[in-house]
């Protein structure tokens, strides 16, 4: 275990990563493309359940060894009025409480991964009663927040111990941390989130639903033990995919936490080349890696080739290939009525389920010819539409194979002419 004299004079990590962040959410109406002389209309999306409204340039930021606010917005370990989050350190020093006092009801955080430190919970429990009647003293309406705590490594185990790995992290330490607070002082930690760090290190590349699993136990405990969490530290280490393949693995990650009303924001490691940064979001000149655009715009994707099928009895779906698996879909269905040399919007079909390809059949009026675009969207916006598919007239027909099955057996009436 490293002497607390040791904390206070050590602000740099050996080889490993930080604490949390950042948050504030509104999901946004759009204008729709249109079509010379059709109407247009507006989708109202649905907006995030969180305690606050958060933008996404609030809710996915990124460590950086200096702060900017755009094309990503930035965490530094430092005071900075700029940022949503101040970094307090361990021991909430005089130059802490001067900024408390000038700066009423910010959040600070307690230090950076006490597990990585080898720091028992029992004396983490110490360390943050001690930050928080401190950071109170200074200001009574600062909000609170323990250090992240890391996934599961080999840091204070042996390397194939597996049981000392938990124990000594993730969540296993959030809650001997939680358990001790209450033992030593009688009440639960005042804590206004949680944060956890995962980097899906003892993951293949890829494994989606197993790095999503960690994660929504871990936002499963902060909920239980009384706040929403920040996922403090995040990037997929050790991953070495090409990167259109991360930049999708990025994509379906984010779509996970944004819908998840239990987290209220994401923390890049990190912004630029740091420790153990294999996917940096800028080049060393500033600019945007390909990494970095999908994390400050991840919704730009479009689908292809979207084609109407199986119409019948007034009946029709749209289907299309999927461009990326990230997101749910909205489908606008356009009519032209019989007689009628122009189509108008006829109504619109969401299909919420990520990676979906197809509507369900949707009903129009016998004789009417219906086309359609699609789009993808999320809870803070669309992207843009796919071309229009195909135009197909709803009259009596045969409906396609899937269709028929799906309505069961009909009586077949045979017309014959009678001669």
């Given amino acids: 275990m490293y002497h607390l004299k040791y904390l206070r004079s050590n602000c740099v990590r050996s080889a490993m990563i930080p604490a949390a962040l950042c948050v504030i959410l509104?999901?946004?109406?759009?204008?729709?493309?249109?079509?010379?002389?059709?109407?247009?209309?507006?989708?109202?999306?649905?907006?995030?359940?969180?305690?606050?409204?958060?933008?996404?340039?609030?809710?996915?930021?990124?460590?950086?060894?200096?702060?900017?606010?755009?094309?990503?917005?930035?965490?530094?370990?430092?005071?900075d009025v700029r940022q949503d989050r101040?970094?307090?350190g361990w021991w909430a020093e005089q130059d802490v409480l001067d900024f408390a006092r000038a700066n009423p009801g910010r959040l600070y955080i307690n230090g950076d991964e006490p597990d990585q430190w080898c720091i028992a919970p029992y004396e983490y429990a110490g360390m943050y009663r001690n930050f928080v009647t401190r950071i109170r003293s200074a200001d009574p309406t600062a909000g609170v927040s323990p250090a992240g705590f890391a996934e599961p490594n080999v840091k204070c185990c042996p390397p194939d111990d597996e049981e000392c790995k938990a124990r000594m992290h993730w969540i296993s330490y959030a809650t001997q941390f939680y358990n001790a607070y209450i033992e030593r002082y009688g009440s639960a930690p005042p804590v206004a989130e949680w944060r956890f760090h995962d980097f899906g290190v003892a993951l293949a590349s890829g494994d989606m639903e197993g790095w999503w699993s960690s994660v929504d136990d871990a936002a499963t405990w902060s909920v239980a033990h009384g706040a929403n969490?920040?996922?403090?530290?995040?990037?997929f280490h050790?991953?070495?995919?090409?990167?259109?393949?991360?930049?999708?693995?990025?994509?379906?990650?984010?779509?996970?936490?944004?819908?998840d009303n239990r987290i209220n924001g994401a923390v890049y490691w990190s912004y630029e080349q740091w420790i153990e940064s294999p996917r940096p979001l800028v080049?060393?000149?500033?600019?945007?890696?390909?990494?970095?655009?999908?994390?400050?715009n991840p919704l730009t994707d479009v689908p292809v080739a979207?084609?109407?099928?199986?119409?019948?009895?007034?009946?029709?779906?749209?289907?299309?290939?999927?461009?990326t698996e990230a997101w749910g879909a909205e489908v606008e269905f356009w009519v032209q009525t019989p007689g009628s040399d122009s189509f108008s919007y006829g109504k619109t079909e969401r299909v919420a389920a990520p990676g979906a390809a197809q509507t369900p059949f949707v009903s129009f009026n016998v004789g009417e010819s219906v086309r359609a675009r699609v789009r993808?969207?999320?809870?803070?916006?669309?992207?843009?539409?796919?071309?229009?598919?195909?135009?197909?007239?709803?009259?009596?027909?045969?409906?396609?194979?899937?269709?028929?099955k799906k309505r069961g057996k009909s009586p077949l009436f045979c017309f014959l002419k009678l001669c």
Avoid at 283 to 296: C, E, F, M, N, R
Avoid at 306 to 323: H, M
């Fill in 376 to 404: 993808y969207y999320n809870v803070y916006g669309v992207a843009e539409w796919s071309p229009f598919s195909n135009t197909v007239s709803l009259a009596l027909d045969q409906p396609e194979d899937d269709h028929r």
């Fill in 86 to 88: 101040q970094y307090g």
């Fill in 283 to 296: 080049h060393s000149d500033g600019s945007l890696t390909a990494v970095g655009k999908t994390y400050a």
């Fill in 26 to 79: 509104s999901a946004c109406s759009e204008q729709q493309p249109t079509e010379p002389g059709v109407k247009t209309f507006v989708t109202e999306l649905p907006r995030v359940a969180r305690t606050d409204n958060i933008p996404l340039n609030k809710f996915l930021v990124a460590w950086s060894q200096s702060y900017s606010a755009s094309p990503i917005e930035t965490q530094v370990f430092a005071l």
């Fill in 229 to 235: 969490m920040v996922l403090g530290g995040w990037g």
């Fill in 306 to 323: 979207p084609k109407i099928v199986g119409s019948a009895d007034g009946l029709a779906r749209l289907r299309w290939n999927n461009t």
């Fill in 238 to 259: 050790g991953w070495r995919d090409p990167v259109p393949e991360f930049q999708e693995h990025m994509k379906q990650a984010i779509g996970r936490l944004i819908s």
